[in-house]
Each structure stands twice: as C-alpha cells, then as structure tokens.
C-alpha cells in the first residue's frame, strides 16, 4: 500500500511540474507538441482509417467509446484504450488495476 500512495503522490507533483513547466516555457511546451504528440496522433488516426488498428474496449470497465493512450510517442501504434473517465483517472495516477477483458 506504500508503494501506491508513493506512486500517486509522485504522479501529483510530476503534473504540478508539468503545469509549472508548460507556464513559464510556452514556446518549448509548443515544440515538444508539434514535434512528439501531434505525430504520434496522427499515425493512430491514419492507422484507424485504414483499418491497421482498431479500437478496442477500455482496458479498466469495458466502455466501447476509448481514447488512445500513449506511454511512449515514440512508440505511436502502441496505445492503451481507455475511457475518457479511466483516461482521466490514470494520468491523475488513480486508477491502479486492469479488468481482465
């Protein structure tokens, strides 16, 4: 149980220090959009259409409307699906098990 609340607490203040960050640098927080998220969106978009990826269920309840997740821009056809509400909860550091689907 230490380990979890180490990790939430440590998710909190890395999305302070992002807030923080992206305020007082906007132009380099517009780079780091424009070079690594907006890419690896496009790629899971343009891999949806045509077929190559599909949309699976949220990996936490099993909601059929997801978002794609990404752990690593690099790795854009790697995604998590999740709700919009799971989504949330998980860069919040909330959420903590996977449903087995």
């Not at 998710?11 to 302070?16: E, G, P, S, T, V």
């Not at 978002?67 to 998980?90: F, G, R, T």
Request: overall charge positive; glycine content about 4%; aromatic content about 10%.
């Amino acid at each position: 149980m230490k380990n979890i609340k180490a990790l939430i607490h440590k998710r909190k203040i890395d999305r302070i220090g992002k807030r923080a960050y992206r305020k007082s640098h906007p132009e380099l927080w517009i780079e780091n959009y424009r070079r690594w998220f907006k890419p690896a969106h496009r790629v899971v978009w343009k891999a949806i259409k045509s077929g190559k990826l599909i949309r699976k269920p949220c990996q936490f309840c099993g909601e059929e409307k997801v978002h794609a997740h990404h752990d690593d821009y690099n790795k854009a056809l790697e995604v998590k699906w999740m709700c919009p509400v799971h989504h949330k909860q998980y860069h919040q550091g909330r959420v903590l098990e996977l449903k087995t689907i």
